[in-house]
């Protein structure tokens, strides 16, 4: 990190004490072994077997394209009701960092006196490094987004997710002099061996309570209207600094949201804070 004014910090991992399996992974494995015994004690009972297995895999697959879904594990979708009670929001802001277009989210943030958590690909961090420490400079927050954002992440297995994780907290580490607390998927999208990761990293899977969908539609009023639509406290809105759709003029679709919905918040006698300020006990 040549550019970097920080100085490199181990990124050391906390070892909790112990690790509990959700509910339905526990379940799965319990049932892969009935059916296992099933299908070698009881006659005729294999197809029944190997139907009750892919079943449950088409179940546990369903659940980790659901990126809002808990059943792989904990996942914050709303901020606490401690943050809940202080009329905060959280919007956060996903695969830059752009040199293009984050600056210019940063002065609108500014202008409404609002902050915003940056979901960051490591790697964009390593190549825009003054630009990351610009973020932390004005108030807001860096947190995890994998090294790579890889297409392929949610069929990693421990190996895999812990390279991609662990290599993209070191780099956030490096540049920024803090280390990343929450964590987002790409596109939301994981399987059963992500949560134990997570565990063991420190690191808490962030979500949202709505999208815009703003990396495929270009029309403002539509992205708004999704984020805003029974906006109340304890929101966590998702939008996109990087890949992010453009508008018919060219613009980043989000320098034409944000304006209105900070706005909006401001209307609503809501404050937007990083997450780890909406997550302080």
Do not use: K, Y
Request: aromatic fraction near 4%; proline fraction near 8%; charged fraction near 15%.
């Amino acid at each position: 990190m040549g550019e970097s004014g920080a100085m490199p910090q181990a990124v050391a991992p906390p070892h909790p004490e112990s690790w509990s399996w959700p509910p339905m992974v526990r379940a799965s494995v319990g049932l892969h072994l009935l059916a296992l015994g099933a299908a070698v004690a009881v006659p005729g009972a294999l197809p029944w077997a190997v139907a009750a297995i892919v079943l449950n895999h088409v179940l546990i697959t369903a659940a980790g394209l659901a990126p809002r879904s808990s059943l792989l594990g904990q996942n914050l979708t709303r901020l606490p009701p401690a943050a809940v009670a202080r009329r905060e929001v959280a919007i956060t802001i996903d695969d830059g960092p752009d040199p293009e277009v984050t600056p210019q989210v940063l002065d609108l943030l500014d202008a409404h006196g609002q902050r915003a958590t940056f979901f960051c690909i490591a790697e964009r961090v390593a190549a825009h490094p003054a630009l990351a420490r610009e973020i932390v400079a004005r108030g807001h927050s860096i947190q995890n987004h994998t090294a790579s954002h890889r297409h392929n992440f949610s069929l990693l297995g421990p190996r895999g997710f812990e390279a991609e994780i662990s290599r993209a907290q070191q780099v956030l580490c490096d540049v920024t002099g803090l280390r990343p607390t929450c964590f987002r998927a790409p596109a939301g999208l994981r399987n059963p061996f992500l949560a134990p990761v997570l565990h063991r990293m420190g690191l808490s899977l962030v979500s949202w309570t709505r999208r815009g969908f703003d990396t495929r539609e270009g029309h403002a009023a539509t992205v708004l209207a999704r984020l805003a639509r029974d906006l109340r406290a304890g929101d966590i809105l998702l939008l996109h600094d990087g890949h992010a759709a453009r508008t018919a003029d060219g613009r980043a679709v989000v320098l034409d949201v944000l304006p209105p919905l900070l706005a909006r918040i401001r209307t609503n006698g809501l404050r937007a804070v990083t997450l780890p300020e909406a997550l302080a006990a």
